[in-house]
């Protein structure tokens, strides 16, 4: 009887975002959250505190066009671990980046993530589930207390058998994912947001 391979642990960075354009006319002020399940359930999640680094200058939520990183330059503090995985186990990584006046809770996040578990929307390495996302942003962003120009600016939702991530790192490698994210419909007064997100995975 052949032996069963060893479960893995991952670890889930929603490393950067690049602002191209923002949805609000002279800056964007975001918040994000990274959130994994699997099998269905959720099974972590991270917020970012809102202190961010571009390499040269703290900006924190106030965002313009530019590379902006989720913490430090020593690594992303928006990070999540799987746990130990089986090869028949499904994750899904699911990170939403939200331009928005006023502070959100942890629950206005995780009310937003289960909203993008429970569509029928999927992604993965080289397909974005974003153009699916941005028709429902409207219903993902429904119980929040949103001003003029606020709404989704990114989501995605990355789904992957445990197998596959257990191939794509088996050597060391970490997957990357880097996705573009174009404004859904926003009021005439607001700009057509341009934003891309980097997302990582590795064995832990």
Not at 76 to 92: H, I, K, P, W
């Amino acid at each position: 009887m052949s032996a069963q391979p060893i479960p893995v642990d991952y670890v889930i960075h929603l490393a950067s975002a690049t602002s191209y354009d923002t949805r609000s006319r002279d800056e964007d002020t975001i918040h994000a959250a990274l959130s994994i399940f699997v099998n269905g359930e959720r099974r972590a999640v991270a917020i970012w505190d809102g202190k961010g680094w571009d390499g040269s200058r703290v900006e924190g939520r106030r965002w313009v066009s530019g590379l902006h990183l989720f913490g430090p330059s020593s690594g992303s503090t928006v990070q999540v671990t799987t746990g130990r995985l089986q090869d028949t186990d499904t994750v899904e990584v699911v990170y939403q980046i939200i331009n928005a006046s006023r502070d959100l809770s942890e629950t206005q996040h995780d009310s937003m993530s289960s909203r993008i578990h429970l569509s029928s929307c999927a992604g993965a390495d080289d397909v974005s589930a974003w153009d699916c996302l941005g028709q429902q942003s409207a219903v993902i962003v429904a119980d929040l207390p949103l001003d003029s120009c606020d709404g989704l600016v990114a989501a995605d939702k990355l789904v992957y058998p445990a197998l596959q991530l257990r191939r794509k790192t088996e050597t060391g490698d970490t997957v990357t994912v880097n996705h573009l994210y174009r404004g859904v419909s926003a009021p005439a007064m607001c700009g057509q947001s341009i934003y891309a997100a980097v997302v990582t995975i590795a064995r832990r």
